[in-house]
């Protein structure tokens, strides 16, 4: 072997060994349009979070802060063990790479849906999941601004072939930690310093994200993890649903859980504990997005009451949900910010005080902020400032 060869390979052992980016991202252009979203059979050989193709960011999902967006098809391991393909969006800050390369916020969305339509990097003016992705753009643009590379998945099933594991922990922990790794490797100027956050499904994500970093992603520094509103305690709640009789957009949101489930767990027949009516409109739930499962052509009019036949046993669904969907039994090792508005009706404030304080026994670094009088979605705008302030402190960017 040649001195220049030995030289190259030694670089390259010290690169997998430190984790560091590439030195010249070599990923190939991906086609245009839906096909983008279907991998090559078989997956290209690499580990987790290795780089598919790219191409650039063309509709709504678009940050216009941001100097360069990138859609991105990257490999990550599925709820079943498997690996798979999943798609997110990278988007790089204006002005001169810093000292050491962009520190990066990896987003996970709130609930958008489970079809594939409803996937963030799919977001145009039009499609039935825009306002559930675009009241994010704000903050995120401001983030852009204040330096920050912004790396947003669209978690398994989420517009690649297969379906979308709702709120299973691992699997969505999993989809944002290597994009973060997939996002480094297409753009080299990318650094390992990393703040985790989310809002919603996306809040309980990050936790989990949170969770799983020191073993799944060790090369990446995670510096702490932002979650607004997230969802816990769910092991707690679908028994209560028995109790509820009036129509609600609850319904919805219980369904979408059931079928996660049933995608984690198969074992639980979760589809044999539904009732008739459930059943039959079940399909929508694999359809539609959002707003179309709680249309009162789906399971609008249809009350948390009436999901469940009544001699249902829910005892090993609850256990299920406990272990694999609520982050009050995680060990996370770097800081945690939890922002909670006290008039939130979707993830109600009792269960994320349960939450930190679940948190804060398993000796996790927490800051709760509740906001008074603020609903669910409008968390994110109520705690803009104060999480932006968090953020800058817990990961210095440069100002603009």
Request: aromatic share 6%; proline share 8%.
């Given at each position: 072997?040649?001195?220049?060869?030995?030289?190259?390979?030694?670089?390259?052992?010290?690169?997998?060994?430190?984790?560091?980016?590439?030195?010249?991202?070599?990923?190939?252009?991906?086609?245009?349009?839906?096909?983008?979203?279907?991998?090559?059979?078989?997956?290209?050989?690499?580990?987790?979070?290795?780089?598919?193709?790219?191409?650039?960011?063309?509709?709504?999902?678009?940050?216009?802060?941001?100097?360069?967006?990138?859609?991105?098809?990257?490999?990550?391991?599925?709820v079943d063990g498997r690996p798979i393909a999943v798609s997110g969006t990278v988007s790089i800050p204006k002005g001169k790479t810093p000292k050491g390369?962009?520190?990066?916020?990896?987003?996970?969305?709130?609930?958008?849906?489970?079809?594939?339509?409803?996937?963030?990097?799919?977001?145009?003016?039009?499609?039935?999941?825009?306002?559930?992705?675009?009241?994010?753009?704000?903050?995120?643009?401001?983030?852009?601004?204040?330096?920050?590379?912004?790396?947003?998945?669209?978690?398994?099933?989420?517009?690649?072939?297969?379906?979308?594991?709702?709120?299973?922990?691992?699997?969505?922990?999993?989809?944002?930690?290597?994009?973060?790794?997939?996002?480094?490797?297409?753009?080299?100027?990318?650094?390992?310093?990393?703040?985790?956050?989310?809002?919603?499904?996306?809040?309980?994500?990050?936790?989990?994200?949170?969770?799983?970093?020191?073993?799944w992603t060790p090369e990446l520094q995670v510096r702490g993890t932002i979650a607004f509103a997230p969802a816990s305690h769910l092991s707690e709640q679908?028994?209560?649903?028995?109790?509820?009789?009036?129509?609600?957009?609850?319904?919805?949101?219980?369904?979408?859980?059931?079928?996660?489930?049933?995608?984690?767990?198969?074992?639980?027949?979760?589809?044999?504990?539904?009732?008739?009516?459930?059943?039959?409109?079940?399909?929508?739930?694999?359809?539609?997005?959002?707003?179309?499962?709680?249309?009162?052509?789906?399971?609008?009019?249809?009350?948390?009451?009436?999901?469940?036949?009544?001699?249902?046993?829910?005892?090993?669904?609850?256990?299920?949900?406990?272990?694999?969907?609520?982050?009050?039994?995680?060990?996370?090792?770097?800081?945690?910010?939890?922002?909670?508005?006290?008039?939130?009706?979707?993830?109600?404030?009792?269960?994320?005080?349960?939450?930190?304080?679940?948190?804060?026994?398993?000796?996790?670094?927490?800051?709760?902020?509740?906001?008074?009088?603020?609903?669910?979605?409008?968390?994110?705008?109520?705690?803009?400032?104060?999480?932006?302030?968090?953020?800058?402190?817990?990961?210095?960017?440069?100002?603009?």
């Amino acid at each position: 072997m040649s001195r220049a060869s030995l030289a190259l390979t030694l670089a390259a052992a010290a690169l997998a060994a430190t984790g560091a980016a590439p030195a010249a991202a070599k990923v190939r252009t991906g086609p245009g349009g839906d096909a983008f979203y279907t991998p090559p059979s078989p997956l290209p050989k690499g580990t987790h979070g290795t780089a598919i193709w790219t191409r650039a960011v063309t509709n709504t999902a678009k940050l216009t802060s941001a100097r360069t967006n990138r859609l991105l098809l990257y490999r990550s391991t599925g709820v079943d063990g498997r690996p798979i393909a999943v798609s997110g969006t990278v988007s790089i800050p204006k002005g001169k790479t810093p000292k050491g390369g962009w520190p990066v916020v990896t987003w996970g969305h709130g609930t958008t849906g489970i079809a594939d339509e409803c996937a963030p990097s799919r977001d145009t003016a039009t499609n039935p999941a825009h306002p559930f992705n675009s009241y994010i753009y704000p903050l995120l643009n401001s983030w852009l601004k204040r330096g920050y590379a912004v790396v947003r998945t669209d978690y398994e099933g989420l517009g690649t072939p297969g379906d979308h594991p709702y709120l299973i922990g691992s699997s969505e922990g999993r989809s944002m930690l290597d994009m973060v790794r997939a996002a480094r490797r297409l753009d080299p100027k990318l650094g390992k310093r990393v703040v985790i956050a989310g809002h919603s499904q996306g809040g309980q994500a990050a936790l989990f994200a949170a969770r799983l970093a020191p073993s799944w992603t060790p090369e990446l520094q995670v510096r702490g993890t932002i979650a607004f509103a997230p969802a816990s305690h769910l092991s707690e709640q679908i028994p209560i649903t028995r109790s509820l009789k009036d129509p609600s957009p609850l319904t919805g949101f219980a369904v979408m859980i059931a079928r996660g489930l049933e995608l984690a767990q198969p074992s639980l027949n979760v589809r044999s504990l539904l009732s008739d009516r459930a059943a039959g409109l079940f399909h929508f739930v694999n359809e539609r997005c959002l707003l179309g499962v709680i249309a009162d052509d789906a399971f609008g009019k249809v009350p948390p009451s009436e999901i469940f036949r009544s001699d249902a046993d829910l005892a090993p669904v609850s256990r299920a949900l406990d272990a694999r969907v609520d982050p009050e039994n995680l060990k996370i090792r770097t800081p945690v910010r939890v922002e909670q508005g006290t008039s939130d009706t979707t993830v109600l404030p009792v269960f994320t005080g349960q939450l930190v304080d679940a948190l804060k026994k398993n000796r996790t670094r927490v800051v709760y902020r509740t906001y008074a009088k603020v609903s669910h979605g409008d968390v994110v705008n109520a705690a803009a400032r104060d999480s932006t302030a968090w953020l800058r402190a817990r990961l210095p960017a440069r100002r603009r």
